[in-house]
T-cell receptor, first 112, second 112 residues
Framework: GIQVEQSPPDLILQEGANSTLRCNFSDSVNNLQWFHQNPWGQLINLFYIPSGTKQNGRLSATTVATERYSLLYISSSQTTDSGVYFCAVGTRMNTGFQKLVFGTGTRLLVSP | DGGITQSPKYLFRKEGQNVTLSCEQNLNHDAMYWYRQDPGQGLRLIYYSQIVNDFQKGDIAEGYSVSREKKESFPLTVTSAQKNPTAFYLC???????????FGPGTRLTVL
């Protein structure tokens, strides 16, 4: 099956710093999502980005589908950005079902 | 308020007991999903349902059962056959034609 690798596994930043998180995947996909899991476990949708670039405030994401990677940029980080960031890629099965495969995440700690 | 609710938030079970985790959504979504998350890991798919009265096994269905009698509800039963049930369980939903999945707050199950 498809493999999803995220890097780095852990990241510690000072408040105000910028960072780039990477997601590599092993096969063609028709869906890629970035999620943020807060310290209480809630998974929040950040981006649905199978290709191209999107921005939402201090966060932006770029997916280069032909080269099988996606990047999540966090600018001017805040302590509330702490948590785990997951990349999930989707492949559509014969039944029409979209199966999401998750990476193991990047754990981010932003210190004041 | 639209969203996905899961109950209980924390659940403790003795070995040999079955327990049922609740998942309800009022988003009028067609599809619903159950995932399992272990410490330091990504999410793995247990079961999914595309429509009422239909559901399919995911990657780790052994020891679990589900039902989908109503569009809004997709309860998960963790049976005594599940060898390592201690984990964080997340429910999600989506419109069938949409690739974006939305997650509930999760249930943390601990087997004593």
């Amino acid at each position: 099956g498809i493999q999803v690798e995220q890097s780095p596994p852990d990241l510690i930043l000072q408040e105000g710093a910028n960072s780039t998180l990477r997601c590599n995947f092993s096969d063609s996909v028709n869906n890629l999502q970035w999620f943020h899991q807060n310290p209480w476990g809630q998974l929040i949708n950040l981006f649905y980005i199978p290709s191209g670039t999107k921005q939402n405030g201090r966060l932006s994401a770029t997916t280069v589908a032909t080269e099988r990677y996606s990047l999540l940029y966090i600018s001017s980080s805040q302590t509330t950005d702490s948590g785990v960031y997951f990349c999930a890629v989707g492949t559509r099965m014969n039944t029409g079902f979209q199966k999401l495969v998750f990476g193991t995440g990047t754990r981010l700690l932003v210190s004041p | 308020d639209g969203g996905i609710t899961q109950s209980p938030k924390y659940l403790f079970r003795k070995e040999g007991q079955n327990v049922t985790l609740s998942c309800e959504q009022n988003l009028n979504h067609d599809a619903m999903y159950w995932y399992r998350q272990d410490p330091g890991q990504g999410l793995r798919l247990i079961y999914y349902s595309q429509i009422v009265n239909d559901f399919q096994k995911g990657d780790i269905a052994e020891g679990y059962s589900v039902s989908r009698e109503k569009k809004e509800s997709f309860p998960l039963t963790v049976t005594s056959a599940q060898k390592n049930p201690t984990a964080f369980y997340l429910c999600a939903s989506s419109m069938w034609e949409s690739d974006t999945q939305y997650f509930g707050p999760g249930t943390r199950l601990t087997v004593l």
